[in-house]
């Protein structure tokens, strides 16, 4: 008996180094791939300047052009969807304690909507555009994206939330707070480093979909000056570049990626640091 | 009961279809300590917490009845719940800071009611943590986080910040369960002290710290008011069979 249980033991944590393992791997290599065929292409010029005449055929130029319109598109519907979310996983915690069932559908219609894929979103707002005779421009995609990426953060928040213990949210109570105190003063509060984590997750979606943008925004050479304007945006840029027959052009397709990837990087390492700053209150029960 | 700082009348409550709370009538004394004894599961936390009216928050609960603070009815009334709830000070079995600083703590409840003023601010919990002794030892670190503190400074530290909104109950529910000897005889002179100018409602498991602070002593079994009045009568000459066995420790 006392034997099966060490080789019991040996057997999982066997599986768990290799599942360990074979992440890394995975994600080694495809970091590997793309930094080894888009590195000898990554260039000052690329990331500084908008694409010229016959960029798409190997000319020069570059695509900042994609990168500013992605960084307006993902920055503005993750703004969008988190002032539309925050409120409504609030509600869903705090207004409706009372009202379980009606929770739980909700949970239930958001998690739906969250494993409905992009390009529905994408072929939605195109339907609704073209009702109303809307041209495509940044505002229409950053309306698209944000639908897109809303029930992932109400549903990332709500389950932070659902975090608070009952007694915290009862003492607040029975100090005599409204509801909104709780989740402005308490609740917010508590859960701060996974509301940034849950708007970090719909950012980094957010700046990667392609499919919800390939009808909504169109795509520029030139960086846009107002909602109004098309954009262009790196995962599309990468698209169109991919499907080049010409290597240089290809190789520059995996020089984009490597922008988006340093991009999410960035984004979430400043995240990180701000969020430690203020973890510092939050009571671990 | 002359003036009863509460009074409770024909109350009931059922968690769908369970009845917990059977046709509870109390009255419980202005400025005393009230000890709320019963053994496990006969309904003592569900009662306190009717009482600020957190029951309510379970979807299945059905309460009736009525229950009176200085003779007005605070369960069938229009009268905003926050309004009740700020009436009374709740300490929970274990604390639970607020995620903020230690002084933030205490000046929640201070700022909620709309005062804003640092200097006032700065008084007031100055007074509230030397009332619970707490001034001390965090006078230095007051913007620290209240869960860098210990488990028993939490625990005064939620009675400061409870104490703050100025209520005039305080309703406590195995505040000391959680604490080591020490912060527990804290707690409890500190509710001696605190009788002169606040009703309080205990409810304890401690027979030992039951005789050693009651003024007002309620026994409950099984949703029902067995047994009340004054802790000498209680304690030295019980009338109830079922009482008696509890204090001679026949069941828990
Ligand atoms: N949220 C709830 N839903 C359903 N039943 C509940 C709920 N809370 C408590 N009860 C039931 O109500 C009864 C009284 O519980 P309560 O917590 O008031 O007991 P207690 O006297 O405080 O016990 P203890 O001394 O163990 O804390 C128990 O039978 C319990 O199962
Ligand atoms: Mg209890």
Same mark, same amino acid.
Request: proline share 5%; net charge positive.
């Given at each position: 008996m006392k034997k099966f249980a060490k080789y019991e033991e040996w057997f999982f944590k066997g599986l768990m180094y290799l599942s360990t393992l074979s992440i890394g791997l995975v994600l080694f290599v495809i970091l590997f791939s793309v930094l080894y065929t888009g590195l000898p292409y990554l260039s000052w010029e690329m990331i500084s300047s908008i694409p010229e005449g016959g960029y798409y055929y190997g000319k020069s130029g570059g695509i900042l052009n994609a990168i500013i319109g992605s960084l307006y598109l993902s920055l503005g519907s993750t703004a969008l969807a988190f002032i539309v979310g925050m409120p409504l996983a609030m509600f869903m915690n705090i207004h409706l304690v009372r009202n379980t069932k009606f929770v739980s559908g909700i949970r239930f219609i958001l998690d739906l909507l969250w494993g409905v894929p992009s390009i529905v979103y994408g072929a939605f707002a195109f339907t609704i555009m073209i009702y109303f005779g809307l041209k495509t421009s940044l505002l229409a995609g950053i309306v698209t994206v944000s639908l897109f990426i809303l029930p992932i953060v109400v549903r990332a928040i709500d389950e932070v939330l659902m975090t608070v213990?009952?007694?915290?949210?009862?003492?607040?109570? !029975? =100090?005599?707070? %409204?509801? &909104? +105190?709780?989740?402005?003063?308490?609740?917010?509060?508590?859960?701060?480093?996974?509301?940034?984590?849950?708007? =970090?997750?719909?950012?980094?979606?957010?700046?990667?979909?392609?499919? !919800?943008?390939?009808?909504?925004?169109?795509? %520029?050479?030139?960086?846009? %000056?107002?909602?109004?304007?098309? $954009?262009?945006?790196?995962?599309?840029?990468?698209?169109?570049?991919?499907?080049?027959?010409?290597?240089?052009?290809?190789?520059?397709? #995996?020089?984009?990626?490597?922008?988006?990837?340093?991009?999410?990087?960035?984004?979430?390492?400043?995240?990180? #640091?701000?969020?430690?700053?203020?973890?510092?209150?939050?009571?671990?029960? | *009961?002359?003036?009863?700082?509460?009074?409770?009348?024909?109350?009931?409550?059922?968690?769908?279809?369970?009845?917990?709370?059977?046709?509870?009538?109390? +009255?419980?004394?202005?400025?005393?300590?009230?000890?709320?004894?019963?053994?496990?599961?006969?309904?003592?936390? $569900?009662?306190?917490?009717?009482?600020?009216?957190?029951? +309510?928050?379970?979807?299945?609960?059905?309460?009736?009845? $009525?229950?009176?603070?200085?003779?007005?009815?605070?369960?069938? $009334?229009?009268?905003?719940?926050?309004?009740?709830?700020?009436?009374?000070?709740?300490?929970?079995?274990?604390? #639970?800071?607020?995620? *903020? &600083?230690? #002084?933030?703590?205490?000046?929640?409840?201070?700022?909620?009611?709309?005062?804003?003023?640092?200097?006032?601010?700065?008084?007031?919990?100055?007074?509230?943590?030397?009332?619970?002794?707490?001034?001390?030892?965090?006078?230095?670190?007051?913007?620290?986080?209240? !869960?860098?503190? !210990?488990?028993?400074?939490?625990?005064?530290?939620?009675?400061?910040?409870?104490?703050?909104?100025?209520?005039?109950?305080?309703?406590?529910?195995?505040?000391? &369960?959680?604490?080591?000897?020490?912060? &527990?005889?804290?707690?409890?002179?500190?509710?001696? +002290?605190l009788s002169s100018n606040y009703t309080l409602v205990l409810v304890t498991h401690i027979l030992r710290q039951a005789r050693h602070i009651a003024d007002h002593v309620v026994f409950m079994y099984l949703g029902e008011i067995v047994e009340q009045g004054s802790a000498k009568d209680f304690f030295e000459n019980p009338q109830q069979e079922r009482t008696k066995a509890y204090l001679q420790g026949q069941f828990y």
């Open positions: 213990p009952r007694g915290l949210f009862e003492s607040a109570l !029975s =100090l005599g707070s %409204t509801k &909104s +105190e709780i989740a402005y003063r308490i609740m917010f509060k508590q859960c701060f480093p996974g509301i940034i984590t849950a708007i =970090l997750l719909s950012f980094g979606r957010g700046i990667g979909d392609a499919a !919800s943008i390939l009808f909504t925004t169109g795509y %520029t050479d030139y960086i846009p %000056t107002s909602l109004g304007e098309q $954009t262009a945006t790196l995962p599309l840029a990468i698209f169109f570049q991919l499907s080049s027959p010409i290597p240089e052009v290809r190789g520059r397709a #995996y020089a984009a990626s490597i922008i988006l990837i340093l991009i999410i990087l960035i984004i979430s390492l400043l995240s990180r #640091y701000f969020t430690k700053r203020y973890e510092k209150n939050k009571i671990n029960f | *009961m002359e003036n009863p700082k509460i009074k409770i009348e024909n109350l009931n409550l059922h968690f769908g279809n369970q009845h917990i709370l059977k046709d509870v009538n109390l +009255e419980i004394p202005k400025n005393k300590i009230t000890v709320i004894l019963g053994p496990s599961g006969c309904g003592k936390t $569900t009662l306190l917490r009717t009482l600020n009216r957190l029951s +309510e928050l379970n979807t299945e609960a059905k309460i009736k009845g $009525t229950i009176r603070i200085d003779g007005s009815d605070i369960l069938n $009334t229009n009268e905003d719940v926050t309004v009740i709830r700020k009436k009374m000070g709740l300490l929970a079995q274990r604390p #639970y800071p607020l995620p *903020m &600083s230690i #002084y933030n703590n205490v000046a929640y409840g201070l700022k909620i009611s709309g005062r804003q003023k640092k200097k006032y601010l700065d008084k007031r919990i100055e007074h509230y943590l030397r009332q619970v002794n707490l001034w001390d030892e965090v006078k230095d670190r007051l913007k620290d986080p209240a !869960s860098a503190l !210990s488990i028993g400074q939490q625990q005064r530290l939620c009675l400061a910040r409870g104490l703050a909104v100025d209520p005039q109950i305080i309703l406590a529910d195995e505040p000391t &369960s959680a604490l080591d000897p020490i912060s &527990s005889q804290m707690i409890e002179e500190k509710f001696v +002290e």
